[in-house]
T-cell receptor, first 113, second 115 residues
Framework: QKEVEQDPGPLSVPEGAIVSLNCTYS??????FMWYRQYSRKGPELLMY????GNKEDGRFTAQVDKSSKYISLFIRDSQPSDSATYLC?????????????FGKGTMLLVSP | DTGVSQNPRHKITKRGQNVTFRCDPI?????LYWYRQTLGQGPEFLTY????????KSRLLSDRFSAERPKGSFSTLEIQRTEQGDSAMYLC?????????????FGPGTRLLVL
């Protein structure tokens, strides 16, 4: 079993839909949780990060963490065709002042006009 | 552009050849990471530098791989005697602490194809 599990999709939705992306993890030492967006043939771009359980909102994006269930989510409201990309969850644990990231496989999202 | 840059963007090589990739981090960042991403997978950690010191290496980094960061500025990743299984996107990230949070900024990657 991988440390971070993420459904690779693809997930196809119409423009304007609410999108829910999820990851589960097994390592309870993970304390920092991130979502990256990766367009085809580009490097990952940080979207959201959070530390504690609960919700964090930024514009159309909401990140949710449930540490007791080892489950994190990213919600996208009013999805746009420009949101079509692969969404990677990533997590890390504190280790001597730096943090190597453990990523999920990524979920490919397709938003149709 | 003041982001992380990587060169070359693409590299095609024959099995058994050596290749070297370069990463130029964001200038004020003293931390630098290398990751490898294969098709359909998320990036996997390879190695970490703080300034010029290489502080951690993943077991994915076989003895055919070597990384350097002379003078704590740019970094190079060399693969000797390439194998077809080395075909992947090699990503570099540099980071800074933003309050209590370390944010890693990724470059566009170098896509390697070993024939």
């Amino acid at each position: 079993q991988k440390e971070v599990e993420q459904d690779p999709g693809p997930l196809s939705v119409p423009e304007g839909a609410i999108v829910s992306l999820n990851c589960t993890y097994s390592n309870s030492a993970f304390q920092y949780f991130m979502w990256y967006r990766q367009y085809s043939r580009k490097g990952p771009e940080l979207l959201m990060y959070t530390y504690s359980s609960g919700n964090k909102e930024d514009g159309r994006f909401t990140a949710q963490v449930d540490k007791s269930s080892k489950y994190i989510s990213l919600f996208i409201r009013d999805s746009q065709p420009s949101d079509s990309a692969t969404y990677l969850c990533a997590m890390s644990q504190p280790q001597g002042g730096y943090s190597t990231l453990t990523f999920g496989k990524g979920t490919m999202l397709l938003v149709s006009p | 552009d003041t982001g992380v840059s990587q060169n070359p963007r693409h590299k095609i090589t024959k099995r058994g050849q050596n290749v070297t990739f370069r990463c130029d981090p964001i200038s004020e960042h003293n931390r630098l990471y290398w990751y490898r991403q294969t098709l359909g997978q998320g990036p996997e950690f390879l190695t970490y530098f703080q300034n010029e010191a290489q502080l951690e290496k993943s077991r994915l980094l076989s003895d055919r791989f070597s990384a350097e960061r002379p003078k704590g500025s740019f970094s190079t990743l060399e693969i000797q005697r390439t194998e077809q299984g080395d075909s992947a996107m090699y990503l570099c990230a540099s980071s800074a602490w933003e309050g209590a949070w370390e944010t890693q900024y990724f470059g566009p990657g170098t896509r390697l194809l070993v024939l």
